[in-house]
């Protein structure tokens, strides 16, 4: 076996754990017999995720699926398939394969999409400092400027006068 395939397993199974009456499942993927694998789980030696549905009972394991001479890659990408499916009630922290970059482009634009929303008056109110600051440096070094310095950006108009630096709103004029 060389450095790019994985290993190859007889029998492999991806399995649900849970709790009965709680709604939270913890998705993972094993070559090891699933009451070997369950007892793993419910030790006190346990540092996944899934240690946290100890906290509501006895943890018991479902299979989902089982495999027959399956490689480590693909029984990750299979346990990554149940993990999207049981997105909404999953405890895992950590997905079973790494993201393509096409992926993560998409998530991370999403992602940042929503945090904008989310921090919108944050994000505009560091960014005034931010230029305001700016400003207050062109007075600082106002020798090599124009005795009042003025930059527009994003609709923002920022003017760096002796007396008074501020920032104010523009209209976008709009035809």
């Excluded at 944050?122 to 106002?142: F, G, H, M, S, V």
């Amino acid at each position: 076996m060389n450095n790019t395939q994985s290993k190859i397993y007889a029998v492999a199974h991806v399995y649900k754990l849970y709790v009965p009456d709680h709604e939270e499942v913890y998705i993972g993927s094993s070559s090891i017999k699933p009451n070997q694998r369950v007892n793993l789980h419910n030790s006190r030696y346990n540092q996944a995720s899934s240690k946290l549905l100890k906290e509501h009972g006895r943890i018991c394991i479902e299979v989902l699926e089982e495999f027959q001479d399956i490689s480590k890659d693909d029984l990750k990408k299979e346990e990554q398939k149940y993990m999207n499916q049981f997105q909404a009630t999953l405890i895992n922290k950590r997905r079973a394969v790494k993201p393509s970059k096409e992926e993560m482009k998409e998530y991370m634009k999403i992602y940042m999409r929503q945090d904008y929303k989310k921090n919108k008056t944050r994000y505009q109110e560091k960014y005034k400092q931010k230029l305001l600051k700016r400003c207050n440096d062109a007075l600082y070094n106002r020798a090599k400027m124009p005795s009042e310095y003025i930059q527009i950006k994003n609709n923002i108009v920022f003017v760096a006068d002796a007396e008074n630096p501020r920032y104010e709103y523009m209209n976008p004029i709009k035809n």
